[in-house]
């Protein structure tokens, strides 16, 4: 059968969405279908206005609506301690640990030579003239932990602790609830050599 | 944090369709925030236009975008043979064997006492009107077979009987690539009480 071709459409963009594939793409195409019109609009509204309103914070480079995101904007964080991450979706994990308070920077990626991603495609110099002209005293590099991530954590840390200012790192470690027997060699390593005082 | 209202508002939107969780909501905003205006405006396009574009086939209730679905305006179908189907969305699995030949009838639910889903709740009366008007000659139940399906196809079965025409369930047995280990005993039951001359 072929599928009437406004349906057939909507398979093919919802099959565009990350982690969607045919079945989970038919599944919401006939939820739609079948739900309220005013419901299912919704939907296509909220992606209307958030590509209509949301662009850049001008300070960390965050998703935001106004000039500034909702973090730079707030006055309850501690605009002294930046956490530089390298995408706007690796912020909504850290505040929900609710530990960090302070402010964030983000790259728009990390350093892949072998793509061809150098220093310049990043926003490192936004970075150090933010060091420049805030009151910084420390910076959190909480790139993931893999070779890039590393590597752009390494390079930027060379940068900045000739500023006077304090480069941290989040822990590796075992995590919460995983299983000793099962932890690869680096992580237990450095689980060993960050060993805490109880 | 709080998220910008607008990609709250997505996220929410987004968490409402089927299976998707929170995790993949975020991760289906941040690729709308991230990819094309473009791109990202013709998944809201697409859902506007089935909402404005796609109703019900005048004839078997499928959705359609003309007055007819594809199927029912195709030559190509055979009219005499109808599969009686519960829902639009149990029509592309029977199109993608390409075994069935024949037209469709969407009930729009099944049988559900315990609910209060009644013979009047489906399109019952409109299956009998087309056994009535049109040429058939078998009909073929494909409900799901669980315990409503089986109602269901037990009663229109008692209805369609007398008028002579020929009335088919498709049959139940082992799955193809499933393991006879770990058949169930009314599945395996099934399987043997339908067993075929080699």
Tied chains: 1, 2.
Excluded at 128 to 137: F, S
Aim: charge should be negative; proline fraction near 7%; include cysteine.
């Amino acid at each position: 059968m072929q599928a009437a071709p406004s349906i057939q459409k909507l398979l093919d963009e919802l099959e565009r969405l990350p982690g969607v594939g045919p079945k989970s793409a038919q599944r919401m195409a006939y939820w739609i279908l079948n739900t309220d019109a005013a419901e299912a609009l919704r939907l296509a509204d909220a992606i209307r206005e958030v590509k209509a309103g949301v662009h850049f914070c001008a300070r960390c480079f965050n998703y935001a609506e106004g000039d500034l995101c909702e973090i730079c904007a707030s006055s309850k964080r501690d605009g002294a301690v930046i956490c530089v991450v390298s995408e706007p979706r690796d912020i909504p994990p850290i505040e929900r640990t609710a530990v960090f308070n302070g402010v964030y920077h983000v790259l728009g990626g990390v350093l892949a030579p072998m793509e061809g991603v150098g220093p310049g495609d990043l926003r490192i110099a936004e970075l150090m003239a933010r060091l420049g002209r805030e009151d910084v005293t420390e910076v959190v590099l909480a790139m993931n932990p893999n070779i890039e991530g590393e590597t752009t954590a390494a390079y930027l840390a060379r940068l900045i602790k000739p500023l006077g200012v304090k480069v941290t790192r989040p822990a590796s470690g075992l995590p919460v609830g995983g299983d000793l027997e099962f932890a690869d060699e680096v992580t237990l390593g450095r689980a060993l050599e960050g060993r805490l005082p109880l």
